[in-house]
C-alpha cells in the first residue's frame, strides 16, 4: 500500500482475536484480510503487525486500508476467525468474549473519527448477517447516540467478571453464544488500555 498516492484516505484496525498459541490459525485469520473476494492480493490493504501474547491466548492483528476497503478487509479476517476459533476450547488468562473479541477502527489520514464509525457500525451489521449466531455490542462512534466509550462498555458487560455472557442483550445480533464481540470505533486515549 502507498502512502504517497494524493488523496488516499487511510484507516487502521487493531482487530483482536482469541487466538495466539495456533500460529496457523492467526496467520490464515491476517491473509484473509488481505485477498479480495475473487482470492487476489488486494494492493490497498497491508497487516502491518501480528501480536500474540500466548498467556493470553490472544493475538492482535493490525490491518490498516483505504476507508473504503477497510470494512470488507476486516470482514473477510472475522469470518476466518469465527470458522477457525472454537470458543468451547479456547482457554487464556485474558477475559473475551468471543472468537473475534475487540475491532476498534482509528482514522489516519484524511479520514473523520465519524466514518471510521460508519465503517465500524456497517461492519457490525454485516457480520451479523455473515455469521450466524454472532453477537456484536458497539462503542465509541458506532454506538450512536450513546457513543459509549470502550471502557464503559467493558463495564456494562462485566468484562473482567462475567463468564455467563447468555443473559446479555447485544446491540446487533443474537444473545452471546461465545462468538460475539465488541466492535467500534475510538479515538486515541494513552490512559486507555485497549487490550
Known amino acids: 500500500m502507498s502512502s504517497s498516492r494524493p488523496g488516499l484516505r487511510l484507516t487502521a484496525c487493531l482487530l483482536n482475536i482469541s487466538e495466539a498459541r495456533r500460529k496457523y490459525i492467526v496467520e490464515n485469520v491476517a491473509k484473509a484480510a488481505l485477498l479480495e473476494k475473487n482470492g487476489q492480493k488486494h494492493h490497498e490493504v497491508s497487516v502491518l503487525n501480528i501480536f500474540s501474547d500466548q498467556d493470553y491466548n490472544r493475538s492482535v492483528i493490525t490491518i490498516a486500508a483505504s476507508v473504503e476497503e477497510l470494512g470488507n478487509s476486516i470482514l473477510a479476517a472475522c469470518v476466518e476467525a469465527f470458522r477457525s476459533i472454537d470458543m468451547e476450547v479456547q482457554e487464556g488468562i ?29 461492519l457490525a451489521e454485516n457480520l451479523v448477517e455473515r455469521v450466524p449466531g454472532c453477537s456484536v455490542f458497539l462503542f465509541g462512534e458506532a454506538d450512536l447516540p450513546e457513543k459509549r466509550s470502550l471502557v464503559q462498555r467493558r463495564k456494562q458487560l462485566g468484562w473482567f467478571t462475567r463468564r455467563d455472557f447468555s443473559a446479555l442483550e447485544p446491540d446487533l445480533g443474537v444473545a452471546p453464544a461465545r462468538r460475539c464481540g465488541l466492535t467500534g470505533c475510538r479515538m486515541e486515549d494513552p490512559n486507555d488500555d485497549i487490550h
Open 94 to 122: 485474558h477475559p473475551c468474549l468471543g472468537a473475534v473479541d475487540l475491532i476498534p477502527i482509528y482514522p489516519l489520514s484524511g479520514v473523520r473519527v465519524e466514518e471510521c464509525g460508519a465503517v465500524a457500525r456497517s
